[in-house]
Each structure stands twice: as structure tokens, then as C-alpha cells.
């Protein structure tokens, strides 16, 4: 990654994205990644911040996004 660069906080309360991982036999789970173009080059957020303001930041500071959706299944 970049100098600069960080993975902040998840809903499950750890640092970057964890992957995918249903449970077994559970079928398949969908998975969107999303890219956003944005109007800065920084958030100004730290490691540390919820979730929630990442999303208003990321939102506020969006010029055009696109997404891909998976499907995955153990």
C-alpha cells in the first residue's frame, strides 16, 4: 500500500476488510465492492474511526463510484 494509506475500523470492530467468509453449507453470500472517484486525495480520518463517519466523509467527498458484485459460498 501507499505511505499514507490506512484500513480503518469495521462494523466487527477490527481494522481492514476481513474477506469473505460465510458458514459452511450456508450457500452462497453476496458481496458488493464498490470504488469511489473522489473530489480529494484524503479524508482526513484516522485508523480508528467508526464506520459511520467514514461512510458521511466518503459520501461527501464522492464524484462517481462503481461496484462489482460476487457471490461466494463454502
Same mark, same amino acid.
Given at each position: 500500500?501507499?505511505?499514507?494509506?490506512?484500513?480503518?475500523?469495521?462494523?466487527?470492530?477490527?481494522?481492514?476488510?476481513?474477506?469473505?467468509?460465510?458458514?459452511?453449507?450456508?450457500?452462497?453470500?453476496?458481496?458488493?465492492? =464498490?470504488?469511489? @472517484?473522489?473530489? =480529494?486525495?484524503?479524508?482526513?480520518?484516522?485508523?480508528?474511526?467508526?464506520?459511520?463517519?467514514?461512510?458521511?466523509?466518503?459520501?461527501?467527498? =464522492?464524484?462517481?463510484? @462503481?461496484?462489482?458484485?460476487?457471490?461466494?459460498?463454502?
Amino acid at each position: 500500500m501507499p505511505a499514507g494509506v490506512i484500513q480503518s475500523m469495521t462494523n466487527y470492530g477490527v481494522k481492514g476488510f476481513g474477506g469473505a467468509c460465510p458458514p459452511v453449507g450456508h450457500g452462497f453470500h453476496q458481496y458488493i465492492f =464498490t470504488i469511489h @472517484a473522489l473530489k =480529494t486525495d484524503k479524508l482526513g480520518l484516522d485508523e480508528n474511526t467508526n464506520p459511520a463517519i467514514v461512510g458521511f466523509y466518503l459520501w461527501q467527498n =464522492t464524484l462517481a463510484k @462503481a461496484s462489482i458484485v460476487a457471490y461466494y459460498g463454502r
